[in-house]
């Protein structure tokens, strides 16, 4: 019998405050290895606090987290060794070039000249730097600096890497580059634990996704959990004119809501296929003609938003 993985990552009862603000409260969370996790939470919500602890940088204040079994408190070193960061902010310097600063990088991690030279050309490669590898990083656009700074926390290959809000204030296309980079990463294994305000992001990129607020875990799931956590999915129906639309709307025996002005009727739905088809089919009986019809079901904008205000409404 195969025993279960340890997780890469192990969060337990943690819990961090300055002076009477508590940031994290009571925290719990196993992160499997070779997953994208993703971390969504209002500014404020303690994503940056948390990556700072995991990253060894901030204290705890109690709890106990484990980095593919080495305790953060106890061996921090042993887990530094094992992971990557890239933060808000770029840590790269402007006045040397990607590949001064991937060998800077290098021989602070102590790889070696032939270590450094090897991982730095192969790195400047998979991130779509080798022709501007030479140049200053001053003259780089926002999405060549985040490719480095994400490269420059791979020289160590470490197992687990951290990214806080990577992809902040970078243009669509920057942002697909940064996403591609990403998948290719866990696709070799590495597990990725994201913090994000871009729901599209977290939605694109997380086989697991939490929403942190108020320092505490509000919701965990798949991103199809989490959007059956909340109501909201319906149908709209556009019909050409008012009469088929009063039409319609005396013929539904559940709750709808038409709009006159707008020739639409909108009805709850779960979207599936089956329910689809038995409303079709009613207005086919009917001799009822829709003109168009539009689905929405809830997406991670209503779950956040929902989540979010919930807790906003308690406090």
């Not at 195969?2 to 196993?30: C, K, M, Q």
């Not at 990556?51 to 887990?79: M, N, Q, W, Y």
């Amino acid at each position: 019998m195969s025993l279960e993985r340890p997780p890469a990552l192990s969060i337990r009862h943690l819990h961090r405050a300055f002076g009477t603000h508590v940031v994290l409260d009571d925290l719990t969370i196993d992160i499997a290895a070779g997953t994208v996790f993703a971390l969504l939470g209002p500014n404020g919500a303690g994503k940056s606090t948390l990556v700072r602890i995991l990253s060894t940088l901030t204290r705890p204040g109690r709890g106990v987290v484990t980095v593919f079994g080495h305790d953060l408190a106890k061996e921090p070193e042993a887990v530094r060794q094992l992971i990557g960061v890239t933060g808000q902010n770029t840590a790269v310097d402007g006045v040397l070039t990607a590949t001064e600063n991937l060998r800077l990088t290098g021989r602070l991690l102590h790889l070696g000249r032939a270590e450094t030279q090897r991982r730095s050309t192969e790195l400047l490669r998979r991130f779509d730097l080798v022709t501007a590898a030479d140049k200053p990083v001053a003259s780089y656009s926002g999405g060549m600096r985040r490719r480095l700074d994400l490269a420059m926390s791979l020289m160590g290959k470490p197992r687990i890497v951290f990214l806080d809000e990577p992809t902040t204030g970078l243009d669509p296309r920057s942002r697909r580059d940064l996403w591609a980079a990403i998948k290719e990463l866990a696709a070799d294994g590495t597990t990725i634990f994201l913090t994000t305000q871009y729901l599209e992001e977290a939605d694109q990129l997380a086989d697991r996704i939490a929403v942190l607020n108020g320092g505490r875990i509000v919701a965990d799931g798949t991103a199809a959990e989490l959007k059956r956590l909340v109501p909201g999915g319906h149908v709209q129906l556009r019909f050409a004119t008012a009469e088929l639309l009063n039409t319609a709307a005396t013929a539904l025996d559940r709750k709808h809501h038409p709009d006159p002005d707008q020739l639409t009727l909108q009805v709850p739905s779960d979207g599936s296929v089956s329910e689809l088809k038995d409303l079709l089919d009613r207005f086919t009986q009917l001799d009822i003609a829709i003109d168009q019809l539009t689905v929405h079901t809830p997406d991670l904008d209503d779950v956040f938003f929902a989540l979010t205000a919930r807790k906003e409404a308690a406090a």
